[in-house]
């Protein structure tokens, strides 16, 4: 099977088979989204057996734990300072995991995964 749960389309030596169905709409790849810091935005998307799951455009707030504490605390985000993913995103403020951004209360890394949890947790950096 490829990425996609199609049935694949090349023969073992590398030819090509001829289509014998056209993909189904579970079978399509759904667009990632790229999360921005701004005013609260969410989209609601129709997941596998009517599940609806809740994917942010934009967030303002997220929840961050602070390990000396143990507490979590709700806190306002700024921008974002450095993206491992890519570069670019930093200069764009696309949050994503392990992201480093700055907060009200300081310097927070992202340890979830925002597109899937509609939320962003963070980990206070020292």
């Known amino acids: 099977m490829s990425a996609t749960n199609a049935p694949t389309l090349r023969k073992i030596g590398g030819s090509l088979k001829g289509k014998r169905r056209s993909k189904r709409k579970h079978e399509y790849l759904k667009r990632s989204v790229q999360i921005q810091i701004g005013e609260t935005k969410k989209k609601i998307v129709r997941g596998l057996g009517g599940n609806r799951k809740a994917k942010p455009i934009k967030l ?29 995103f ?7 995991k392990g992201a480093i951004v700055e907060t009200d209360q300081g310097k927070a890394r992202v340890v ?10 963070l980990i206070k950096e020292a």
């Open 60 to 88: 303002s707030e997220a929840n961050m734990f602070d390990p000396k504490e143990k507490k979590f605390y709700k806190v306002k985000l700024l921008r974002v300072l450095e993206n491992t993913a890519d570069r670019s």
């Open 90 to 96: 930093a200069r764009r403020n696309i949050i994503t």
């Open 112 to 121: 979830n995964r925002p597109g899937q949890d509609g939320q962003v947790t």
